[in-house]
């Protein structure tokens, strides 16, 4: 009778430390993945913030050339217009890919919300 029972308190003892190493792993587990979000939400945060900056900059560059060539004779000039048409047309592609941007992320709060 006393061999069972320190046989059972053994097999006890053991089952409790297990469980309380598997207790202490996972709570280490939840307080990285805490703290990988939280980094995460700061970057998410600085990047939205850096994105709206240039797409504001991008805005102010297109007003600036339309303001620049308001009488087109940049564009019109066979070698300055060369590298006037280019520089639009990159501005025009970057703006573009924002607008993609947008309307992807107005999809995705739509289906989110849904």
Same mark, same amino acid.
């Given at each position: 009778?006393?061999?069972?029972?320190?046989?059972?308190?053994?097999?006890?003892?053991?089952?409790?430390?297990?469980?309380?190493?598997?207790?202490?792993?996972?709570?280490?587990?939840?307080?990285?993945?805490?703290?990988?979000?939280?980094? /995460?939400?700061?970057?998410?945060?600085?990047?939205?913030?850096?994105?709206?900056?240039?797409?504001?900059?991008?805005?102010?560059?297109?007003?600036?050339?339309?303001?620049?060539?308001?009488?087109?004779?940049?564009?019109?000039?066979?070698?300055?217009?060369? #590298?006037? *048409?280019?520089?639009? *047309?990159?501005? /025009?592609?970057?703006?573009?890919?924002?607008?993609?941007?947008?309307?992807?992320?107005?999809?995705? #709060?739509?289906? *989110? *919300?849904?």
């Amino acid at each position: 009778m006393l061999i069972s029972f320190i046989v059972v308190s053994t097999i006890l003892v053991g089952v409790i430390i297990t469980a309380f190493l598997i207790i202490r792993n996972l709570l280490k587990q939840i307080e990285d993945f805490e703290e990988y979000t939280t980094n /995460s939400e700061s970057h998410i945060e600085f990047l939205s913030t850096w994105l709206v900056t240039f797409r504001r900059t991008i805005l102010n560059i297109q007003q600036r050339i339309t303001e620049i060539d308001i009488k087109g004779s940049f564009e019109s000039d066979d070698e300055v217009g060369f #590298a006037f *048409k280019e520089i639009k *047309k990159a501005v /025009s592609e970057l703006d573009e890919l924002f607008e993609v941007e947008e309307e992807e992320k107005t999809d995705y #709060a739509k289906e *989110k *919300k849904s």
